[in-house]
């Protein structure tokens, strides 16, 4: 072969493999010519058919609220725990055997009732050898005294007797003390719960007896954010309910924690309820609700239909079937509506729906 054929065969072979190459690329380039042709011929019909394309926009859809006044309260929303006004486990003071138990359980008991009574005859037995060993030194006493009288005796010699005489009347005392605690008594008007002894059994300071409550009233703790410390204060009246009831009960802070918890920055309040059907049991889960303050006439309207922007807020109204912007001033706020305290009048026609296709002086249409 030639050198000029062979040149000529080299390059035949060179542009064979860059057509190979760039052939789906050629191809993909040709498809899409042939759509946008495609494309700018039916758009050419369409206005042949239908005349120049319709101008865009249009009234833009709205729903719409009458403004009018009602009432707003601003309340703090908080939970809490139902406790009782009272509350002690019974124990004994002193170890022994319980002889007696004058109690049944879920008994409602006055103050001073008897509940458990423990074995003192030893005692018992202990007070009277006392009492006649008393008896001995009172004798003895004034016989020292009357020879004191006489100087028969010298004045450390009586005084010893006196002494002897007071120490056995102080032996009484607590004697006589010891045995008031085998007798254990009710501190307060209230409930006995469970007991957890027998007649029989021998207890001591560690043994549980039983648990006496008094609920009425009854008492909520509950908590406020520290933003709250100083709107709510002793005499605050709260409004509340427990978990699976809708009745509502009716409580006054009657004490509030002097400090801030740190840890959850919240302040702790205390509140009593009159409770004389004992229907609030300790322990429960209660929803607090406290209402700092209450406006009769205010104009409250939906959190969507207003627009935050650097001035402040801003609502759009409905005025001649136009839209227009109004800036506004607002007060209390909830998690569904905001109170408008400048800038807005019962009677006028607030825009809350579509208000982003809304623009100032542009026709809108209302939804029925």
Known sequence: ?????????????????????FYPRLKEYASKKEEKGAGAGKNAGAGAKGGAPGKAGGPAPIEILVVASQRIEEKILSTGTIIA????EIRSEIAGRITSINFKEGDYIQKGTVLIRINDADLQAQLQKLEYQKKLAEVNEERQKRLLEKE??????YDISLTNLNSMNADIENLKAQIAKTVIKAPFDGTVGLRYISSGSYVNNATRIATLTNVNPA???????????????????????????????????YAVEPKIDPSTRTLTLRATSPNPGRKLVPGAFARVE?????KPNAIIVPTEAVIPDLRGHRVFIVKNNKAETISVEIGIRNDKTIEITKGL???????????????????VDIKK
């Open 345 to 363: 009048m019962p009677g006028d026609t607030l825009i809350t729906s579509g208000i982003l296709q809304v623009k100032a002086g542009g026709e």
């Open 1 to 21: 072969m030639s050198k000029p054929v062979k040149t000529v065969v080299t390059i035949l072979v060179i542009l064979l493999i860059t057509g190979l190459a």
């Open 219 to 253: 008492k909520l703790d509950f908590s406020v954010p520290a933003k709250y410390a100083t709107s709510v204060r002793k005499g605050t009246g709260i409004t509340f309910s427990t978990e699976g009831g809708e009745e509502k009960y009716r409580g006054t802070v």
């Open 85 to 88: 006004n009272e509350e002690v």
């Open 152 to 157: 028969a005796i010298s004045q450390r010699d």
């Open 290 to 294: 406290i209402i700092l303050n209450a």
